[in-house]
């Protein structure tokens, strides 16, 4: 099960993706976790139930171009899917308050509940090639 929603900040189009992990995922996982192959820096130290990305195109745009798929601007993961669907309005509210790096989305995840709600941010090389290929 998925879900979808859309934001508009400055004129920039954003889409929200919810997605469910199945089990298969979860298994592997786990097993990765209990491996010590999970880096608690950069990857959730639970299993999540489900995750949210943050993509800086519209809906129509990801659909159409495949390779922008693998790049979102920033994954949320959750323990359960009630808190991912409650947190989806929430991060809609703050993209389209600030984009996917304004004030607002950056004093949201400083702030967050580690416990409950991990953040991916994408690589700085990753972030320059994004910022130079826009340009």
Known sequence: MGKMATAVCDGREYTLSLVEWGPARKLQYAALMKLGA????????????????????????????????????????????????????????LVKAGGDCGKPMSEYVRNGNPLNEFVWTPPVSQLIDDITEKW
């Open 38 to 93: 999970v880096n608690k820096y950069e990857q959730p130290d639970f299993i999540p139930a489900c995750e949210i990305a943050i993509y800086d195109a519209w809906p129509d745009d990801l659909l159409s171009d495949r390779s922008k798929l693998s790049k979102p601007s920033l994954i949320f993961y959750y323990r359960n899917l009630a808190l991912a669907e409650e947190k989806m309005g929430v991060l809609q509210d």
